[in-house]
């Protein structure tokens, strides 16, 4: 059974940091799927922050977080990582993990649109930025 647990999350300053950590489990080869990270704020739809294929351990980002945002993979934990960095009031959602429906299909270029390419999903963690 395919599991992802979010945490990390929590309530900061504008321009403080935070990390999210999303640990997968309950199957095998998981760095050969996209993983994602993905944000909903009330009344918005989700959308995708940045996304990370483990077979080349190439990172997307959408522009509204890149240079802010970083993914790291700990394979030795299962555990993907969101550094977020100069956090603005914008940013404030709830994070979800997700894991990409294929095996073995890249990433998309542009991860913000792409929510209903993911097919499973943590239960979020929420991040709160206050000015």
């Known amino acids: 059974q395919v599991q992802l647990v979010e945490s990390g999350g929590g309530s900061v300053q504008a321009g403080g940091s935070l990390r999210l950590s999303c640990v997968v489990s309950g199957y095998q080869y998981y760095y050969n799927y996209c993983l994602g990270w993905f944000r909903q704020a009330p009344g918005k739809e989700r959308e995708g922050v940045a996304a990370f294929y483990g077979y080349d351990g190439r990172s997307y980002y959408a522009g509204s977080v890149k240079g802010r945002f970083t993914l790291s993979l700990d394979k030795t934990k299962n555990t993907l990582y969101l550094q977020m960095n100069n956090l603005k009031p914008e940013d404030t959602a709830m994070y979800y993990c997700?894991?990409?429906?294929?095996?073995?299909?890249?990433?998309?270029?542009?991860?913000?649109?792409?929510?209903?390419?993911?097919?499973?999903w943590g239960q979020g963690t929420q991040v709160t930025v206050s000015s």
């Open positions: 997700a894991r990409h429906r294929l095996w073995a299909v890249a990433c998309p270029g542009d991860p913000s649109g792409s929510a209903a390419d993911f097919g499973y």
